[in-house]
């Protein structure tokens, strides 16, 4: 399929810098070379199998290319970090953190509200250690819920279900 370059960064899920900095390559792969207001038209089968050839045959790399392709990588990460796509992992595990601590006090604090509307509504006086028991257990039974990769999970009574 021919494509132009935002189109072609598009399918390959890289930015036109990177395409840029790829066709510096003198096997990189032009249909057609744009010129004054026109754009490079590329084939997408050509330019993956190109990337393709190339990924395959990094060992005989020359210390020179290794390096740019370092450093475009790194520019990469650096855009990645810069723009949001990509969160170090202790900024991800510090909102999750927060985010679970929140949950857990909405939980439990939210039993005081529970109760109260069900005494008045029922015209009881629950105790709210009952409440209390339910919530500990739904919350030790989240903390210890892993992913399984036939996305099943064990229900709080212990019986296997789907997800």
Not at 99 to 126: C, E, P, T, Y
């Amino acid at each position: 399929m021919d494509v132009n370059k935002k189109q072609l960064a598009d399918v390959l899920g890289v930015t036109e810098r990177t395409l840029t900095d790829w066709q510096k390559a003198p096997d990189f792969p032009i249909k057609e070379a744009g010129g004054r207001g026109r754009q490079n038209i590329y084939d997408t089968a050509e330019v993956i199998g190109w990337m393709i050839r190339r990924e395959t045959g990094k060992a005989g790399e020359t210390s020179k290319e290794r390096l740019e392709r370092t450093r475009a990588e790194l520019n990469e990460i650096s855009i990645a970090e810069r723009t949001g796509e990509l969160v170090p992992a202790a900024e991800v595990e510090r909102t999750l953190d927060d985010l679970f601590a929140a949950v857990r006090s909405g939980q439990m604090s939210g039993n005081h509200k529970l109760k109260k509307d069900i005494d008045r509504l029922h015209g009881i006086d629950l105790d709210i250690e009952v409440l209390n028991a339910h919530s500990r257990e739904i919350l030790t039974h989240l903390s210890g819920l892993s992913s399984e990769p036939d996305g099943s999970h064990e229900t709080i009574t212990g019986e296997t279900e789907a997800a």
